[in-house]
């Protein structure tokens, strides 16, 4: 009995000495300089957004009015483009032939014209002069005035047949870029078929739609902030268009933005969100915190607060919209509790911290 007894006493002062041990390692480690900051929580939120795509202020598809096959293509997409240079060119033989027709007419209705044209000033003297009656010199004003008018007939053909040849050689009609070719040399043109897109890289708008919630809220020549997603820059913009019915559209009500003249690498097609300031009023506080300061694993994302023993916790959250550079807390995060902006060291779960 006396040996176990020995043992347990050894035993217990082996874990006593353990635990002082464990206990001085841990209060031997340095606590973390950090640096906190308060919940931001809104009566409102600061903005509300909608999601817009980019295209050019400036910009067109052309076609044309004529059936033919294609000749000749002189561009290609991307190439810049002066106002009125050839763009394309499409069979016109059946044109031309129309043209020398015309021509044709034309000339012979000039002949008739000069030989009534005679006519009418020799019987007008003579009418004068009482040497043709009345009929004669009705007769004579009845030819030229036809003969006038068919003149005039033939003039408008030509000049319907050079609108045509418009449409068989497509020019640009301003200077731009290449932004799409939908036919190929050789194909078959029809009236109204897309044939090449151009369009002028200078000023760019956003197009996007909004729904009847947040339509009052949105005027024309309000400033807007546009964030351009796939290069992650923020252009300045103004609301120009304001669609007052929905009727047409499920719903929603067309909006567009004209964006600023910047130096970004912009294209169109671009996915944007534009924020527009929020006036309305909610019973509801939003919690908004720097989207710099969350902390993500996966698909998790979270925020380092102060315990009540100062140590670090990870807190995981739940997040809404975001509104600039900060983002809205859903779940996990109160107003006015603090949470970890920076740190002079590596945070984790526990590690001991002094607030600075």
Same mark, same amino acid.
């Given at each position: 009995?006396?040996?176990?007894?020995?043992?347990?006493?050894?035993?217990?002062?082996?874990?006593?000495?353990?635990?002082?041990?464990?206990?001085?390692?841990?209060?031997?480690?340095?606590?973390?300089?950090?640096?906190?900051?308060?919940?931001?929580?809104?009566?409102?939120?600061?903005?509300?957004?909608?999601?817009?795509?980019?295209?050019?202020?400036?910009?067109?598809?052309?076609?044309?009015?004529?059936?033919?096959?294609?000749?000749?293509?002189?561009?290609?997409?991307?190439?810049?483009?002066?106002?009125?240079?050839?763009?394309?060119?499409?069979?016109?033989?059946?044109?031309?032939?129309?043209?020398?027709?015309?021509?044709?007419?034309?000339?012979?209705?000039?002949?008739?014209?000069?030989?009534?044209?005679?006519?009418?000033?020799?019987?007008?003297?003579?009418?004068?002069?009482?040497?043709?009656?009345?009929?004669?010199?009705?007769?004579?004003?009845?030819?030229?005035?036809?003969?006038?008018?068919?003149?005039?007939?033939?003039?408008?053909?030509?000049?319907?047949?050079?609108?045509?040849?418009?449409?068989?050689?497509?020019?640009?009609?301003?200077?731009?870029?290449?932004?799409?070719?939908?036919?190929?040399?050789?194909?078959?043109?029809?009236? +109204?078929?897309? &044939? !090449?897109? /151009?369009?002028?890289?200078?000023?760019?708008?956003?197009? =996007? %739609?909004?729904?009847? *919630?947040?339509?009052?809220?949105?005027?024309?020549?309000?400033?807007?902030?546009?964030?351009?997603?796939?290069?992650?820059?923020?252009?300045?913009?103004?609301?120009?268009?304001?669609?007052?019915?929905?009727?047409?559209?499920? +719903?929603?009500? &067309? !909006?567009? /933005?004209?964006?600023?003249?910047?130096?970004?690498?912009? =294209? %169109?097609?671009?996915? *944007?969100?534009?924020?527009?300031?929020?006036?309305?009023?909610?019973?509801?506080?939003?919690?908004?915190?720097?989207?710099?300061?969350?902390?993500?694993?996966?698909?998790?994302?979270?925020?380092?607060?102060?315990?009540?023993?100062?140590?670090?916790?990870?807190?995981?959250?739940?997040?809404?919209?975001?509104?600039?550079?900060?983002?809205?807390?859903?779940?996990?995060?109160?107003?006015?509790?603090?949470?970890?902006?920076?740190?002079?060291?590596?945070?984790?779960?526990?590690?001991?911290?002094?607030?600075?």
């Amino acid at each position: 009995m006396k040996k176990y007894i020995t043992l347990l006493v050894l035993s217990f002062a082996l874990v006593s000495c353990g635990s002082d041990d464990k206990k001085e390692a841990v209060n031997n480690t340095p606590a973390i300089a950090v640096k906190v900051s308060s919940v931001n929580a809104e009566n409102n939120s600061p903005f509300f957004t909608a999601s817009g795509k980019i295209k050019a202020t400036n910009q067109i598809t052309l076609s044309t009015r004529s059936s033919g096959y294609v000749d000749k293509i002189y561009v290609k997409v991307g190439d810049k483009v002066a106002k009125g240079k050839l763009l394309l060119s499409i069979n016109n033989t059946d044109l031309q032939a129309k043209r020398a027709q015309v021509n044709a007419n034309i000339t012979q209705a000039q002949a008739a014209y000069h030989i009534a044209e005679k006519d009418y000033n020799r019987f007008k003297n003579l009418f004068a002069d009482n040497s043709a009656s009345q009929k004669e010199m009705d007769d004579m004003t009845a030819n030229f005035e036809m003969a006038k008018a068919r003149l005039e007939a033939a003039n408008q053909m030509k000049n319907e047949i050079n609108a045509q040849f418009k449409y068989v050689n497509i020019t640009a009609p301003f200077s731009g870029v290449i932004t799409s070719k939908f036919i190929e040399e050789g194909d078959l043109a029809n009236p +109204g078929m897309p &044939l !090449i897109a /151009v369009e002028a890289p200078s000023l760019f708008e956003v197009s =996007l %739609s909004v729904p009847e *919630t947040d339509i009052s809220q949105i005027k024309s020549g309000m400033k807007v902030d546009v964030l351009v997603k796939s290069i992650h820059q923020t252009i300045k913009g103004e609301v120009t268009e304001v669609s007052t019915s929905a009727i047409n559209t499920g +719903g929603q009500y &067309l !909006i567009k /933005v004209t964006l600023e003249k910047t130096d970004a690498n912009i =294209l %169109s097609g671009m996915y *944007t969100t534009v924020k527009f300031p929020n006036k309305r009023k909610s019973a509801t506080n939003y919690v908004l915190i720097p989207q710099e300061v969350i902390v993500k694993n996966g698909q998790l994302k979270g925020i380092y607060t102060v315990s009540s023993t100062n140590t670090a916790i990870l807190r995981w959250l739940r997040l809404g919209k975001t509104y600039g550079d900060q983002v809205e807390v859903l779940s996990g995060l109160n107003s006015e509790e603090q949470y970890i902006v920076s740190a002079e060291g590596k945070l984790y779960n526990g590690v001991k911290v002094s607030i600075k």
